[in-house]
Structure formats: C-alpha cells, structure tokens
C-alpha cells in the first residue's frame, strides 16, 4: 500500500469513528495538525541546537 493510500483509509476510517461518537471531525483534524508542527519544530529545534553547539565548539 502507498503511502497516500494509507493516509486516505486513515482519515476515512477516523472520519467513521468521529461520526459514530458524535465528535466532530474537524476539531479532531485541527488538534492532529497542531500535534504534528509540534513535533516538526521539536525536532528542528533540536539539530539547530546540535548545529549551534557543533559551531561554538569549532570558534573555541
């Protein structure tokens, strides 16, 4: 399966899920979205601090 297959079946499958639980599914979307820039810029932060330490080091 494809990555975008998966993806698709995922949010299909979660828009089913919201519908049988009377929850609304774009809430649910927007809190996925914050969850995953969250993570994107831990992770940046993270090797800009490495880049960062990596620059001192070679100054001192």
Do not use: G
């Not at 975008?4 to 639980?21: A, D, F, H, M, V």
Request: proline letters at 0%; a positive charge; aromatic letters at 4%.
């Amino acid at each position: 399966m494809k990555i975008k297959e998966t993806k698709i079946l995922q949010s299909q499958r979660l828009k089913e899920i919201c519908n049988n639980k009377d929850v609304s599914f774009e809430s649910i979307e927007i809190l996925l979205e914050s969850v995953k820039t969250k993570k994107l810029l831990k992770r940046n932060n993270y090797h800009q601090q490495k880049i960062n330490d990596i620059i001192e080091k070679a100054l001192k």
